[in-house]
């Protein structure tokens, strides 16, 4: 997905960039000075796995308070349940997003918490290797304003430096086709992480 929107979609002319996918769990790749930055075992950018909440709930990674334990689609779902919500038929996220656009307090207060996780990730990441922009896919993205609009202004808070200040977080552009686009970027530009992931024994 960072190969196909670095090129493809929504970042292309940015040489510094974070993508997330945002669904079940919290998934991200980062371009680096123009590259695909993949790190050892093919996991540079797993940031839903940073820890932003020392005391939080344990993620099924087995820390505490990793990103994906707070702002995944599930983990916006199981929260907005905690909050009262009365569980629908289909529990999800969209569920939730189609609840907080008629007003549902608990729906609304579940998806800032999650957009103000997320903030506070990527604005961290911003911090340490200046990025030019976040883009952000996956289901959760599909919930439109719902979500963007609380995750661009918490981002500002956190994005406090002033070498931050121009750091803009945008929707994904190819949706499902990301991954196959993605695949053959990489794959003309003769670059194979899964064999090098398989070689490790990952």
């Known amino acids: 997905m960072t190969a ?38 093919g996991n540079a ?16 990674c087995g820390a505490r308070g990793c990103v994906e334990a707070l702002a995944s689609g599930t983990a916006i779902t199981r929260h907005a349940l905690a909050l009262g919500r009365q569980a629908p038929l289909t529990a999800d996220a969209a569920g939730v997003a189609a609840a907080a656009r008629t007003g ?24 340490l290797i200046e990025i030019d922009i976040a883009v952000v896919g996956g289901g959760v993205a599909q919930s439109g304003e719902v979500f963007f609009e609380r995750l661009a202004r918490h981002l500002r808070c956190y994005a406090a430096m002033p070498f931050l200040k121009e750091l803009r977080v945008v929707p994904a552009e190819l949706g499902p086709d990301a991954g196959l686009v993605g695949a053959a970027v990489l794959a003309s530009a003769g670059i194979s992480p899964l064999a090098t992931v398989l070689a490790r024994g990952s």
């Open 104 to 127: 549902e307090a608990a729906a609304i207060a579940a998806f800032d918490r999650a957009a103000r996780a997320l903030a506070a990730d990527i604005a961290a990441t911003a911090a």
């Open 4 to 41: 196909a929107e670095h090129r493809h979609g929504a970042a292309p002319g940015h040489k510094n960039v974070l993508c997330l996918v945002v669904s079940t769990g919290v998934g991200a790749g980062l371009v680096l000075n123009g590259s695909m930055r993949h790190g050892l075992t």
């Open 45 to 60: 950018g797993h940031l839903g796995h940073i820890s932003i909440d020392f005391d939080g709930e344990t993620c099924p």
